[in-house]
């Protein structure tokens, strides 16, 4: 049975000035994702300059920051709090290896799954985990949100062209 879904992210508003509305359009999708039930965890971008080695000049970088440590964490929380006995992890991200090896060492009888995105599959993080599955493209249009979406508070969301 599924009990609960989160969904790590960390809002971009450094690309509105190149692209205006993308930060509102992420906090509208996470509002919708909410209002279905899944529970949104943000991480966050960090400025930094990076020098470029041909030209000299420093140049603004974003990187997103904590998403991987906050998956971890949460991993290990759930099955602390005996939340669940299998997680499925919907990432084909490495980072989170060592968080993987750690939870089964504290939490030998739970259970790890990976379900890998379309076009992302990791054969080191398949190795770490006795099940795991491929998304298939066609998954993603067969499970899309509502169009138009009713919000919780009675308004309509009608879903962005560019979602």
Request: charged share 30%; with cysteine.
């Amino acid at each position: 049975m599924l009990e609960r879904i989160y969904y790590f992210t960390a809002i971009a508003s450094h690309l509105d000035a190149r692209r205006p509305g993308v930060t509102a359009r992420h906090r509208l999708y996470l509002e919708c994702l909410s209002a279905t039930g899944i529970v949104p965890i943000l991480a966050r971008f960090k400025y930094k300059t990076v020098r470029c080695h041909t030209c000299q000049r420093d140049n603004p970088h974003y990187e997103e920051k904590e998403t991987d440590v906050a998956i971890s964490m949460k991993l290990v929380e759930v099955f602390h709090q005996d939340e669940a006995d299998t997680v499925v992890l919907v990432t084909g991200d490495t980072d989170l290896a060592p968080a993987v090896r750690t939870t089964f060492r504290l939490f030998p009888t739970r259970q790890i799954c990976f379900a890998f995105p379309y076009k992302r599959r990791n054969n080191e993080l398949a190795r770490l985990v006795s099940k795991f599955f491929y998304i298939r493209k066609e998954r993603y249009v067969a499970h899309q949100l509502r169009d138009p979406m009713r919000l919780p508070n009675g308004r309509l969301v009608s879903k962005p062209a560019d979602w």
